[in-house]
């Protein structure tokens, strides 16, 4: 008679096995999430950076001249920040949630946006079409950072 009076006010003993399985889903969960957004964030600057370079070159061709390398440098920042604020329009969030992750990708995405648009003009160079500034690292970098900034501060300080 006890034993059916302790089974029928006690909940059933947990298996910890079965505790430790779902925090380690969780936190399998978790980890993923997180590596898809970044992943997510960092192809989605480097395809608008892509297309913004594409256009770059159908543009340049009348322009002949070549500014000097800082007013190049200013002017690929400046088209960046509205790069950067035209994608706010179509990407109303950052892809990566944690805030010490959103800063580190404030340097790591432009990095690897940077190493991207120099290997395209690598090349462009190899096929012998004519290179402009945004085929190299610095303005490249130049373009992403100020590109990454501009959403980051318009989004967080939303």
């Known amino acids: 008679m006890q034993y059916s009076r302790h089974r029928a006010t ?8 079965n505790s430790i399985e779902f925090h380690s889903r969780g936190l399998y969960t978790f980890v993923m999430e997180i590596l898809i957004e970044i992943v997510l964030q960092l192809l989605a ?4 950076q892509v297309l913004f370079e594409l ?11 070549k500014p000097s390398a800082l007013v190049s440098l200013i002017s690929y920042s400046t088209l960046g920040i509205i790069a ?3 994608s706010c329009f179509f990407f109303k969030e950052l892809f990566v ?3 010490g992750l959103q800063l580190l990708n ?3 995405t432009p990095l690897i946006a940077g190493c991207v648009m120099a290997y395209l003009g690598k090349l462009r160079e190899k096929k012998g079409v004519e290179l402009i500034r945004l085929d190299k ?4 970098f130049a373009f ?10 318009i989004i967080t300080l939303k």
């Open 10 to 17: 006690k909940s059933p003993p947990t298996n910890s096995l």
């Open 45 to 48: 600057e480097i395809f608008i």
């Open 55 to 65: 256009g770059f070159h159908s543009v340049i061709e009348p322009f002949r001249r």
């Open 84 to 86: 950067g604020v035209v």
């Open 97 to 99: 949630k944690d805030q």
């Open 106 to 108: 404030l340097l790591v």
């Open 137 to 140: 690292f610095a303005f490249g």
């Open 144 to 153: 992403a950072f100020a590109m990454a900034l501009a959403r980051y501060f």
